[in-house]
């Protein structure tokens, strides 16, 4: 079972998105905008945590933001509990609690360098997107313009050109472009296109320029610079490739035994196979294992 990396009771919204990231911020949602479908059926966000994006799905007729942090998607609740729209899970990414072939549109946004076993975790995307359907991703960029000036001037020993993630703290990963897309393509998604995300992330710049004009400059360069991929984030959108999984309708999926459908309702559900009894507690469905 791969480590996980658990924001439970963290200070998250407070400590990481403080006012001097709000570039950042304004960045991903600029490249999420561009390659998000605008509406749709069933969208899901993996690793959602206080719902930071959740505004962007307006366009959805059901909404899932799924996390492992109880703590963070409390706070989710709190702003989104009262649109009927949304549903709050609380699981682990690499056993997905959603049923198969439920979902058209999933979203991934800085989860992915915190995973140790990558290829699992899109198999679990693949799972759950049904064929056609859309997923988008983001990644840390291992080979971005910052890497590869220190490694040319011989300040760093690793390299950003060979393929293999590049661990910089535990359970933070840097990936290589060609690496994800090649995973993505064992996973059995294409990729249709690509956004490079926050040029401007150094501190002096952010410092003495307006976040807002940097994020409109960076929203300018975002696809033109997809074609050199030296920004430290990259999005993607990729299509779930046919397969002769039809449609399903949105439903649970018991982590343990992995029976599916389990019923969605607002209450304990007990899965029928293994006797597993999953909590309704607070307004969030908890499928942590």
């Avoid at 996390?67 to 963070?72: G, N, P, Q, R, V």
């Avoid at 293999?164 to 535990?170: A, I, L, N, S, T």
């Amino acid at each position: 079972m791969p480590n996980i990396c658990d924001y439970e009771g963290s200070r998250y919204r407070e400590e990481f998105w403080t006012p001097e990231r709000r570039f950042e911020d304004l960045a991903d949602r600029a490249a999420l905008r561009a390659l998000l479908p605008p509406s749709g059926e069933t969208l899901i966000e993996v690793g959602a945590g206080f719902g930071r994006l959740a505004d962007l799905y307006q366009g959805y007729q059901h909404v899932i933001l799924f996390d492992y942090a109880l703590s963070l998607l409390r706070e989710a609740r709190e702003q989104w509990g009262g649109d009927p729209r949304f549903l709050f899970v609380a699981g682990d990414l690499y056993h997905l609690p959603l049923a198969s072939a439920t979902v058209e549109t999933t979203v991934m946004v800085r989860v992915l360098h915190h995973l140790e076993d990558v290829p699992a975790a899109l198999a679990q995307l693949a799972r759950i997107t049904r064929a056609q359907g859309t997923l988008v991703l983001e990644h840390a960029n291992k080979r971005h313009l910052k890497a590869v000036l220190r490694y040319l001037l011989r300040r760093q020993d690793w390299s950003p050109f060979t393929p293999e993630p590049h661990p910089f703290v535990p359970l933070n990963y840097d990936f290589h472009p060609d690496w994800v897309r090649e995973q993505l393509q064992l996973a059995g998604f294409h990729v249709e296109d690509v956004r490079a995300v926050s040029h401007f992330r150094i501190p002096w710049l952010k410092r003495h320029i307006s976040p807002e004009l940097l994020a409109r400059l960076d929203a300018l360069l975002q696809r033109p610079a997809a074609r050199f991929q030296l920004s430290p984030s990259l999005f993607l959108r990729a299509r779930r490739l046919p397969n002769n999984t039809p449609p399903q309708p949105l439903a649970f999926r018991c982590p343990t035994c992995g029976h599916e459908p389990l019923p969605i309702i607002p209450q304990d559900i007990t899965c029928p196979s293994c006797g597993a009894v999953w909590p309704y507690r607070e307004g969030i469905h908890i499928f942590r294992t």
